[in-house]
């Protein structure tokens, strides 16, 4: 009798996990390994405006494309602010990076 409960356990056990897989939803887009994104963001912000824009983006990772840039940008007004960004750091587990 209690192989039924046993066995209806472990598969709500198994699907619970298999819906924890750590991959993240912040972005739509494939994007490449994030940690590879890590960096403060006052060494981004060249011009010291609190906004990081493509080029400056693209300074300090030149592996990265508009495509990486543009999921970063959440409320698309073409710039990536300090709160985009610490966004997309704590939605991958990325440390604070000085």
Do not use: R
Not at 5 to 10: A, E, K, M, T
Not at 32 to 42: R, S, Y
Not at 75 to 96: P, Q, S, Y
């Amino acid at each position: 009798m209690n192989k039924p409960y046993f066995l209806i356990g472990f598969m709500i056990l198994l699907f619970s996990l298999a819906g924890c897989t750590g991959t993240s939803n912040h972005h739509k887009a494939s994007m490449p390994e994030p940690g590879t994104f890590n960096a403060h963001f006052g060494d981004m912000d060249t011009d010291g405006d609190d906004q990081v824009s493509w080029e400056e983006f693209k300074s300090h990772f030149p592996e990265a494309t508009t495509d990486i840039y543009q999921e970063l940008d959440l409320n698309k007004d073409g710039t990536v602010d300090h709160d985009e960004w610490h966004e997309f750091k704590e939605a991958h587990g990325l440390k604070h990076v000085e």
